[in-house]
């Protein structure tokens, strides 16, 4: 009986080629090298850097507060598009900890199940065949995935060392800023941790009236900021309400990925269409999360603990690579490291990407990192590594470092 489902799949996954590629993608690369390093060291635990997920449970007020929501009937049904409540505590996040004013809650405020589908969702909303949007790589790239699939074009805006892993707006051609309609902004920016400032928000607010597209202000990591940096939203920004929407997240600021929780905000009618698309995709988180969302939200000093965290693990893995040799400096937010990656090894081996040397490091020193080739060589180390206590983390660090002091890096 022949298989004719395989001639079925739609062309923008792949086709009737779907699963037959023999391409590996870097995280499966990753994982395949990681299972392969633990089965030749069984004695060596793996020292996992990369996973971008905190280590931490979510606080127990709001663990709490799930248990006794879930316990009453009324929240047993369809969310749809969000309840009024958890709208409200969004739009006092916002005021208290951003100091974004006027947001309606009913107009300008939709949750999203994590910001994942909302970033999958929105160009649904904006994107016709030929349409552009512009993405900064590297980053996280559902937006642009989307919008190939859809049959829109995506013009990569790469993210480099020298201005600051900022992009440089000045740079896009002008055929593409005309047919554009998006522009994707990640900040604090995954995989980089940099950060931006009012100034730069003001000149993607101008260039974006200009050139009449939608801002889209990923800010999974905007509460997660330290050494004297502010949380920053876009939002924040006079004119940005104008032009676009920010996506806020649970997951990172109050340890909260598996809730899946967040929501869009800004612009009434790219919340309109956001909230459209979505209204024909899912049928709203479970009301019990969305009201233990509204405990995390009214609690940021859970965020301020988790910072506290951060900050002081960023500064002992900084520490303990710059006594090994790597060139690196602690970022202002975010819980990740970039670095560059070096060229190989004096008397061994030669790393041609950042991919090359990621893959020894799990090899050889059972160390797992994030490579990226997009925009220079660069490794991502997360500070969300297990470790229970401030001592455990010390630990880690020496052993980090003991694994890599006997290697002479060029760069």
Not at 23 to 31: A, N
Not at 119 to 148: E, K, S
Not at 180 to 189: H, M, R, T, V, W
Not at 348 to 370: C, H, M, P, Y
Request: with cysteine; charged share 25%.
């Amino acid at each position: 009986m022949s298989d004719y489902v395989q001639n079925l799949f739609a062309d923008r996954i792949g086709g009737s080629s779907f699963g037959k590629g023999t391409v590996l993608y870097k995280f499966e690369k990753i994982k395949r090298a990681r299972r392969q390093a633990e089965k030749d060291h069984p004695e060596t635990p793996i020292i996992d850097m990369g996973v971008g997920e905190p280590d931490w449970m979510a606080d127990k007020v709001v663990v709490e507060r799930l248990y006794a929501e879930a316990q009453k009937r009324e929240n047993r049904g369809y969310s749809d598009n969000g309840i009024l409540p958890f709208q409200e505590a969004a739009a006092h996040y916002m005021d208290q900890v951003f100091g974004v004013k006027d947001l309606d809650p009913q107009s300008e405020i939709c949750h999203c199940i994590g910001s994942k589908p909302a970033l999958a969702m929105i160009p649904q909303a904006f994107i016709n065949p030929g349409d552009v949007a512009i993405v900064t790589v590297p980053g996280y790239g559902v937006l642009a995935t989307m919008t190939r699939f859809l049959g829109g074009e995506v013009y990569n805006l790469p993210l480099l060392k020298e201005n600051d892993f900022l992009p440089d707006l000045d740079s896009i051609p002008a055929d593409i800023a005309k047919r554009a309609k998006l522009l994707y902004i990640n900040y604090p920016n995954n995989p980089t941790g940099a950060v931006a400032s009012v100034d730069f928000f003001k000149k993607v607010i101008d260039f974006a009236k200009k050139n009449e597209i939608i801002v889209i202000s990923d800010a999974a990591y905007a509460a997660l900021t330290f050494d004297g940096y502010a949380p920053l939203s876009f939002l924040s920004v006079p004119g940005a309400k104008e032009v676009g929407v920010e996506i806020q997240s649970l997951s990172k600021a109050f340890n909260m990925t598996g809730w899946r929780l967040g929501f869009v905000a800004g612009n009434e009618k790219v919340v309109k269409g956001f909230a459209c698309v979505k209204d024909n995709n899912d049928s709203g988180q479970f009301k019990a999360i969305q009201l233990a969302g509204v405990e995390a939200l009214s609690n940021p000093s859970i965020t301020e603990k988790t910072v506290v965290k951060y900050s002081r693990r960023h500064g002992l893995l900084v520490k303990a690579l710059s006594e090994v040799g790597f060139k690196v400096s602690k970022p202002k937010g975010s819980f990740y490291l970039y670095t560059q990656a070096p060229k190989g090894i004096e008397g061994g081996e030669t790393f041609n990407t950042a991919e090359d040397f990621s893959q020894w490091l799990i090899r050889e020193k059972q160390i797992s990192t994030v490579p990226w080739d997009d925009a220079g060589h660069f490794i991502r180390f997360s500070v969300t590594f297990m470790a229970d206590t401030e001592a455990e983390e010390v630990a880690l660090m020496e052993e980090i470092k003991r694994r890599l002091s006997g290697s002479k890096f060029i760069w």
